[in-house]
């Protein structure tokens, strides 16, 4: 496997090279332009963060689209046979960018000698993404958001410290999910707290999926699925009066109560400045899967109110934003 990715490295690496021969570095220096394509899974507030911030960073790098670059956007909204079809088509691009796991996986299976970035990626190592984090080795590398997932069992436990059971909604599609279940229930079990799961195909189950958990708390991983089709997870908890604590901020602005979280606009520009390195020579196979070291706290007071609860107020002290 490492001898196809550095070979594919070495063809991705030569072909941008010719591709900015005669010029002197930059944007603005070459007579190129770049066709991208750029693709996530489904619509939700994180990942289009993660899409805006992508190419707000290629046009303060000066690439414009119509002009020095065309973007191809793509959202399958969920649909894995139209995923594919999209990677099929990304193959003729010079570069893509995948924004979550399941994007990132349709591409590498679809374009394997141009460079992709992938974004809001879990583990691309157990996703069979990249070879390490330090040394992809092949023609794809990008930014992981991968929870912070010590913190937000902290969180759990500082909102609810009489918990025993934390419920997890999620996706049997998506890899990503499943690893953070894992991550949670190691987490969880240094807590003394009990993880219940309940697993969804599409987002029409979520509520369903939520009603027969009977638990102290939920936890929201960074589940493409049931993120997309949050109102229905957050009806159902407060119905039963069961605070909600999620693994990406966005979703405390839709009626989550906490969360410890990166920033998906920040990881947006991290993502689009990855891709600008690759576009001016950088060779993905040697650059680093990057990561975001200090996740933000973001608080909900009125949604915790809705369900009864008033957040401790060192809690409140220490949020870095507080959604009104």
């Given at each position: 496997m490492k001898?196809?990715?550095?070979?594919m490295?070495?063809?991705v690496?030569?072909?941008?090279?010719?591709?900015?021969c005669?010029?002197?570095?930059?944007?603005?220096s070459s007579?190129?332009?770049?066709?991208?394509?750029?693709a996530?899974i489904?619509?939700?507030?994180?990942?289009?963060a993660?899409?805006?911030?992508?190419?707000q960073?290629?046009a303060d790098?000066?690439?414009?689209?119509?002009?020095n670059?065309?973007?191809?956007?793509?959202?399958?909204?969920?649909?894995?046979?139209?995923?594919t079809?999209?990677?099929?088509?990304f193959?003729?691009k010079?570069?893509?960018?995948?924004?979550?796991?399941?994007?990132?996986?349709?591409?590498?299976?679809a374009?394997?000698?141009?460079?992709?970035?992938?974004?809001?990626?879990?583990?691309?190592?157990s996703?069979?993404?990249?070879d390490?984090?330090?040394?992809?080795?092949?023609n794809?590398t990008?930014?992981?958001?991968i929870?912070?997932?010590e913190?937000?069992?902290?969180?759990?436990?500082?909102i609810?410290p009489?918990?025993?059971?934390?419920?997890?909604?999620?996706s049997?599609?998506?890899?990503?999910?499943?690893?953070?279940?894992?991550?949670?229930?190691?987490?969880?079990?240094?807590?003394?707290?009990?993880?219940?799961?309940?697993?969804?195909?599409?987002?029409?189950?979520?509520?369903?999926?939520?009603r027969?958990?009977d638990?102290?708390?939920?936890?929201?991983?960074t589940?493409n699925?049931?993120v997309?089709?949050?109102e229905?997870?957050?009806q159902v908890?407060?119905q039963t009066?069961?605070p909600v604590?999620?693994?990406?901020?966005d979703?405390?602005?839709?009626?989550?109560?906490a969360?410890?979280?990166?920033d998906?606009?920040?990881?947006?520009?991290?993502?689009?400045?990855?891709?600008v390195?690759i576009?001016?020579?950088?060779?993905?196979?040697?650059?680093?899967?990057?990561?975001?070291k200090e996740?933000?706290?973001?608080i909900?007071?009125?949604?915790?109110?809705?369900?009864?609860?008033t957040?401790?107020?060192?809690?409140?002290?220490?949020a870095?934003?507080?959604?009104?």
């Open positions: 001898n196809v990715r550095a070979m490295a070495a063809v690496a030569g072909g941008l090279l010719l591709a900015g005669g010029s002197s570095g930059g944007a603005a007579d190129k332009v770049y066709e991208i394509g750029i996530q489904v619509s939700h507030p994180s990942l289009d993660v899409r805006e911030g992508v190419v960073a290629l790098a000066g690439y414009e689209d119509g002009k670059i065309n973007l191809d956007v793509q959202n399958p909204q969920g649909d894995q046979s139209a995923l079809n999209i990677a099929n088509s193959a003729s010079d570069a893509v960018v995948a924004i979550a796991t399941p994007t990132a996986q349709a591409m590498a299976q374009v394997t000698d141009k460079p992709i970035v992938f974004s809001a990626v879990t583990d691309p190592v996703s069979q993404l990249v390490s984090w330090e040394e992809p080795g092949g794809i990008g930014t992981s958001d929870n912070p997932i913190e937000q069992f902290d969180l759990i436990t500082e609810v009489n918990a025993k059971t934390v419920g997890i909604v999620y049997s599609a998506e890899q990503n999910s499943e690893i953070q279940v894992e991550l949670a229930e190691g987490a969880a079990e240094k807590r003394g707290l009990e993880i219940k799961t309940a697993t969804v195909t599409n987002s029409s189950e979520i509520q369903q999926a939520t027969s958990l638990v102290d708390a939920f936890f929201v991983p589940d699925t049931v997309s089709g949050l229905g997870l957050l908890a407060e009066k069961t604590i999620s693994a990406d901020s979703s405390v602005t839709r009626g989550v109560i969360s410890v979280a990166v998906y606009a920040k990881m947006g520009t991290q993502t689009g400045e990855m891709l390195r576009l001016e020579g950088a060779d993905p196979a040697t650059m680093a899967v990057e990561t975001q996740p933000q706290l973001t909900n007071p009125k949604a915790a109110a809705r369900i009864g609860i957040l401790p107020a060192d809690l409140v002290s220490r870095d934003k507080i959604v009104e």
